[in-house]
């Protein structure tokens, strides 16, 4: 996509709004103000607010900072003045980019900076669906299990930094990084996704939500894994094809999944399936203090760079 930036107005003081219908920890929040304030800009803060409180408060505004809060052509429409968005995190599928690009609004997210928080909870759940949600039976043990974790992008690499001290056995997808980057992290990287699934106990999922992933993890993936199979779910619902994972969850009464997006169909799930799913009731992967810390900073500081000189090394919308 190509860009046609807004010029840059000689205007020295500029709104930033903080539109987090997830609110962000305290100590977050405390630090983005005195990010903000010391940069000589006005910081909006508006907390679990709704669609109409987005589309006021974005009026005469010239950056928006969200988390999975959804940004579209409507409330670009209401915001005349708005340069820059920033996604205080990694997966940017909330945000219109298109609308974006057409209004010659620049769109950034910031890579690595809630991705310990995401493999941490990844092995939150592992652990507490191998232990059978903590209900007194006899569960099992991570050391010497195998993994395969499908993209390693940020989140994926601390996933198998994490795995290395539980004693799993890894193994990785994704196109877009070399094998040897892999091997250097003690990863054996694999090239189809069947062998992915064939190949390990546990399957955790890192990939975007894109019109190439969407439903694209389901009946036939799920069928491959070996028995006891455990499917992770810290990326997006969008890539999961709930019909088929349910059949296979009917036709194999060993396999488990849990998810830190509840599904569209989380009911019927649990209703079906019960113990051998687990859904956290809001994503919260990325909802630690230092995640958030982290996370919120750096957008603040994103957006504070780009309204005064143009600085876009995040942007995804080019
Ligand atoms: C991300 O894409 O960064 C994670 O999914 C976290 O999303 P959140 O900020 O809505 O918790």
């Known amino acids: 996509m190509k860009v046609k930036l807004k010029p840059f107005l000689n205007i020295t003081k500029m709104k930033i709004l903080v539109f987090t219908e997830k609110p962000f920890a305290q100590n977050a929040v405390k ?4 990010t903000v304030n010391a940069s000589g800009n006005d910081l909006e803060l508006v907390e679990r607010g709704t669609r109409a409180d987005l589309l006021e408060a974005v009026k005469d ?17 209401h915001a005349p003045k708005l340069k820059v968005i920033v996604r205080a995190g990694a997966g940017y599928d909330n945000i219109d980019l298109q609308a974006a690009t057409d209004r010659g609004i620049c769109v ?6 809630n991705s310990n928080a995401v493999a941490e909870l990844v092995f939150g759940m ?16 991570l050391k010497g299990k195998s993994l395969g974790i499908y993209a390693f992008g940020q989140v994926g ?9 539980f004693g799993m056995k890894i193994e990785a997808l994704d196109k877009f990084v070399a094998d ?5 992290e003690g990863v054996h990287p694999v090239h189809d996704v069947k062998e992915l699934f064939s190949n390990n106990d546990f399957v955790s999922l890192h990939i975007p939500a894109t019109a190439e992933t969407r439903n694209s993890i389901g009946y036939e993936l799920a069928m491959m894994m070996p028995k006891n199979g455990v499917l992770v779910n810290t990326a997006r619902k969008e890539v999961i094809d709930e019909e088929g994972l349910m059949k296979a969850l009917e036709e194999r009464p060993d396999l488990r999944y849990v998810s830190d997006i509840r599904p569209a169909a989380a009911e019927e799930f649990e209703k079906r399936f019960a113990a051998r799913v687990f859904f956290t009731p809001k994503k919260m992967g990325a909802q630690t203090a230092e ?21 876009n090394k995040y942007q995804v919308n080019k």
């Open 157 to 165: 690499r601390n996933v198998a930094r994490i795995a290395k001290g």
């Open 126 to 141: 592992v652990v507490m669906m191998c232990r059978n949600q903590y209900n007194g039976t006899s569960g099992s043990e």
């Open 291 to 311: 995640a958030n810390f982290n996370a919120g900073v750096a957008a603040a500081e994103q957006a504070i760079a780009y309204l005064k000189d143009g600085w």
């Open 108 to 113: 950034m997210n910031t890579p690595g900076q």
């Open 31 to 34: 630090a983005i103000e005195n």
């Open 180 to 184: 040897a980057v892999m091997e250097g």
């Open 61 to 77: 505004a010239e950056g928006l900072i969200v988390r999975s809060d959804v940004i579209d052509a409507e409330v670009m429409e």
